[in-house]
């Protein structure tokens, strides 16, 4: 395994004695850092060390010490030890030889391992509404949620995003069964479309950008035949989605997976074929084959826990899993993949084309023409089916080909649909859709564009309370085509947009203001498409809208955790502001309520608290001073249990 600069990481140091004995007075344990070499450059804390201190030790197997946290040494690597592309470790019991031994030679063992560079990622979440039911990015659900996340995935820093204003209305049969075994019915195909639609929508995204969906565990979502539905990615996009329970971390792992192409573990999946290249020689059943740890909530997972690509639990990652998500997010320079100012300024007009292949029958959503960067999607495609833009005369303009059955079947998630964004030319007069030399479906553009025109608000308007307010447009096509609005937030002038409403059919829209980014500069723009002509309208000036602070989470320890007293500890968490984004460094704070402040940013690491009960804050403040908080309880040491004396009288 490779380990993540940047992310919490520990160095478990297995200490056994022969013959066995209870315990062990005085005893030390070191672990030395360098780089370049064994004995090279010291790296800056070098050597860590536990005691003198009296511990438990065993003679049992390594393999059976690794499946207990507190039969290990378990030291908290220094960040600055992971920025040098190889660690060279070194780990030496009772350094001082002050407890007496028959053989000193076997008390020390070096190693190394490599370090790599992984780029941040970046999740947008959007809270969906079925049938009256919402979720709350508030609950201790997202909580445990991003921390699992956080914690299984290869990546340096997690960056929460809320690319949507508000909850998304979206009332589907999430109940229904698929058609096929492994992939989404046809609602959460819909609802993963509908999240590469925000995707899309989202101007000023990062690079390794995903949008997930959640919805609410009481919103029906188990087959009446059994078998319950509780996630989908698109296959074809950055889109996603799932049910926001308690596992809800293992499905958002398992989906965004998807959309960084791995497919399915062999575990679970019925008649759903697995990944093809999963080592069933080494990882039979789709098992982690080692021992994994999940630091911020102190769980071992077994060598026979299965990989969380898998349909079984409750699931840990493999080594197969982890090089292949390496691979995406930390085997690319994601600076590389960040758009230069030039790159914005030179804008073409693309054309987005998404829909569902049956068979050879097509369900196509709208079409929009939208600007991206020139030649950001300028390339050929490969497989059986093509889009086709023509002009009047037939003749080719742009050929895009493409294969959604090799989406679907290859990931098992998404019954054949298609997500592509084509180069769109000003002379296009009709979208052609083949299958071969088959042509499956032909989309004629309208003679004219759609008119759009915003009502309200158009500026001046002052939305400074978190209550509802319309949102409203006239709009019209002289070729009856129907209709459907895109409605876009700015909280910067224009220079980048958010979702608020996708697919609306109507000229009005309710959006409540407590979702949005706090500005004096805030315009509205809604953009209407005929299926695939776009036009747009701008509010004519800025309105305002009130500010807002920032959301905080601790991710680790659990409430209530039970920690260690004269050990290091640490602590990790996420913060995002609506107007700022997400929140690192000195704008992250914890402190404790009897040791004061411990330090700032994501992750902190601390010598040690003071025994007894600690409520640990993490104050998060943005840059207009607003402030969130998000709190837990720990006890450090031992709990004491005290019983009442009782005089019975006689």
């Given at each position: 395994m490779a380990l993540v600069s940047g992310k919490l990481t520990r160095a478990r140091?297995?200490?056994?004695?022969?013959?066995?004995v209870t315990s062990l007075s005085d005893l030390v344990v070191r672990l030395y850092g360098w780089y370049g070499t064994y004995n090279g450059t010291s790296l800056p804390g070098s050597p860590l060390t536990f005691g003198p201190a009296t511990y438990a030790v065993t003679s049992t197997s390594v393999a059976n010490m690794r499946l207990v946290l507190g039969s290990t040494f378990n030291f908290l690597i220094p960040s600055t030890w992971l920025t040098h592309g190889k660690l060279y470790l070194r780990a030496e019991v009772n350094p001082g030889q002050v407890v007496p031994e028959t053989n000193y030679s076997n008390n020390y063992l070096m190693d190394s391992v490599k370090c790599g560079s992984c780029s941040a990622v970046n999740l947008g979440l959007v809270a969906v509404t079925s049938g009256g039911i919402t979720v709350s990015l508030n609950s201790t659900l997202v909580t445990n949620m991003l921390s699992y996340f956080k914690d299984v995935y290869p990546m340096s820093t997690l960056n929460v995003w809320t690319p949507a204003s508000g909850a998304f209305e979206a009332t589907r049969n999430y109940a229904a069964a698929s058609s096929k075994p492994g992939v989404c019915s046809s609602a959460w195909g819909d609802l993963a479309s509908d999240m590469n639609d925000f995707y899309d929508n989202w101007s000023n995204r990062p690079a390794h950008a995903f949008v997930y969906g959640l919805l609410n565990q009481s919103v029906p979502h188990c087959a009446p035949t059994g078998g319950c539905n509780l996630g989908c990615s698109s296959g074809s996009g950055n889109g996603s989605c799932g049910i926001l329970a308690s596992d809800a971390g293992e499905t958002l792992a398992h989906e965004v997976g998807h959309t960084l192409g791995r497919a399915h573990a062999p575990c679970g999946l019925g008649k759903a074929p697995p990944d093809s290249g999963w080592p069933n020689s080494t990882n039979p059943g789709a098992i982690i084959g080692q021992v994994g740890v999940r630091w911020s909530s102190s769980t071992v997972f077994g060598p026979n826990t299965p990989d969380f690509m898998s349909y079984c639990s409750p699931p840990w990652i493999s080594p197969y899993t982890y090089w292949g998500l390496w691979g995406g997010l930390c085997g690319m320079n994601s600076a590389a993949l960040q758009e230069t100012a030039a790159d914005a300024a030179a804008s073409a007009p693309y054309l987005i084309a998404s829909g569902q292949i049956t068979g050879d029958a097509v369900a196509l959503r709208p079409f929009w023409q939208q600007d991206y960067p020139a030649g950001e999607y300028n390339y050929p495609g490969e497989g059986p089916y093509s889009i086709e833009l023509q002009n009047s005369g037939g003749s080719l303009l742009v050929v895009r080909r493409f294969d959604p059955v090799a989406s679907g079947e290859a990931l098992r998630h998404t019954d054949d649909r298609f997500h592509e964004i084509v180069p769109f030319h000003p002379?296009?007069?009709?979208?052609?859709?083949?299958?071969?030399?088959?042509?499956?479906?032909?989309?004629?553009?309208?003679?004219?564009?759609?008119?759009?025109?915003?009502?309200s608000p158009n500026g001046g308007e002052s939305w400074d309370d978190a209550g509802a307010h319309t949102v409203s447009w006239t709009s019209f096509d002289l070729d009856g085509d129907p209709l459907v609005a895109n409605v876009l937030y700015s909280a910067d002038g224009g220079e980048s947009w958010l979702p608020v409403a996708l697919g609306v059919k109507g000229g009005t829209c309710v959006v409540q203001a407590g979702d949005l980014p706090g500005s004096t500069n805030a315009l509205i723009q809604v953009r209407v498409s005929d299926g695939v002509n776009t036009?747009?309208?701008?509010?004519?000036?800025?309105?305002?809208?009130?500010?807002?602070?920032?959301?905080?989470?601790?991710?680790?320890?659990g409430n209530g955790a039970t920690l260690p007293a004269g050990a290091p500890l640490s602590f990790s968490g996420l913060a995002t502001d609506p107007e700022d984004g997400p929140l690192h460094g000195e704008a992250l704070t914890w402190a404790s309520d009897r040791d004061g402040v411990l330090g700032q940013g994501d992750d902190i690491a601390v010598p040690a608290l003071s025994p007894g009960p600690h409520h640990i804050t993490l104050s998060a403040v943005d840059a207009s001073d607003q402030v969130g908080t998000a709190s837990i309880d720990v006890w450090v040491g031992q709990r004491h249990l005290y019983l009442p004396v009782l005089a019975r009288r006689r």
């Open positions: 140091v297995y200490v056994g004695v022969s013959p066995p002379s296009t007069a009709r979208i052609v859709i083949r299958h071969g030399d088959l042509i499956l479906t032909t989309v004629t553009v309208s003679a004219h564009k759609p008119s759009v025109t915003l009502l036009t747009s309208d701008t509010s004519d000036k800025p309105f305002r809208v009130g500010f807002k602070p920032p959301r905080a989470w601790v991710l680790g320890p």
